[in-house]
């Protein structure tokens, strides 16, 4: 059985590796790039499944039509459809989610749900909840799917919809009523690769927060200070 996955992060490409050597009779492809994601190679290769783990590009309709494309949104649908759903999350104080895999389709996050997975949000920086998320896609919801080949079920209950996130919105003096833990909260959502880090605006200079940690009385972490272009 040919498996297509699609992806781009670190972690998910490790784990990528990782998942072929545990599965050797699935015959895993890797698509990594938004490029290589088009009719003719997939045409090519003739999936059964092609999964999307943390996949920020447009899936065109002409692949999720002809082939049974799965992707993994972090909210538990059809809560919190739409962008930045870590942030949102987080920002709206919820320290339990579910990862929920669903099949691809023309509205957005829309689609009949396989099946969902916990998922704590509660501490640590958004890179370490996004390892933690892969790990539970690729070692348990993906060996699911292709063991059992459970059928998606159309998503049930109010819908509630995320907006993506923009850059100023990074700002910590967007932060209505600031206490340490909400601090804490903004600053660890964001600490991932090409997000917007938390950060202050100081006499022509930018001051970026990452690494955070809460102590009883105090936040501490790492600080980088880059003049304003």
């Known amino acids: 059985m040919k498996i297509v996955i699609a992806t781009l992060k670190k972690w ?18 890797l698509i990594k790039d938004k490029e290589s994601l088009n009719l003719s190679l997939i045409h090519s290769i003739n999936p059964r499944f092609i999964f999307f783990p943390h996949w920020s ?4 309709q002409d692949i999720y039509q002809n082939y ?13 459809r739409g962008g930045s759903p870590l942030q949102n999350l987080i920002a709206q104080g919820i320290k339990k989610t579910k990862i929920s895999a669903l099949r691809v389709c023309e509205v957005l996050d829309g689609g009949d749900i396989y099946l969902k997975e916990p998922l704590d949000v509660s501490k640590g920086s958004a890179k370490k909840i996004y390892q933690e998320s892969s790990e539970i896609i690729f070692f348990k ?6 063991q059992n080949k459970p059928k998606p079920k159309p998503q049930s209950g109010e819908i509630v919809t995320f907006k993506r996130r923009t850059p100023e919105q990074s700002d910590l003096n967007a932060l209505m009523n600031p206490a340490l833990g909400k601090l804490y909260d903004f600053i660890r959502m964001l600490d991932a690769p090409s997000y917007p880090k938390a950060f202050l605006d100081w006499n022509g200079f930018e001051i970026q927060f990452s690494c955070v ?14 003049r304003k272009s």
Request: contains cysteine; proline residues 5%.
């Open 12 to 29: 998910n490409l490790k784990n990528f590796k990782k998942l072929q050597k545990l599965y050797p009779h699935f015959k895993f492809i």
């Open 213 to 226: 940690k809460q102590k009883k009385k105090s936040l501490i972490g790492r600080f980088k200070i880059c």
């Open 57 to 60: 590009y447009k899936i065109s």
């Open 68 to 80: 049974e494309c799965i992707v993994f949104h972090m909210t538990d649908l059809p809560f919190g």
């Open 141 to 146: 919801m993906i060996p699911y799917i292709l």
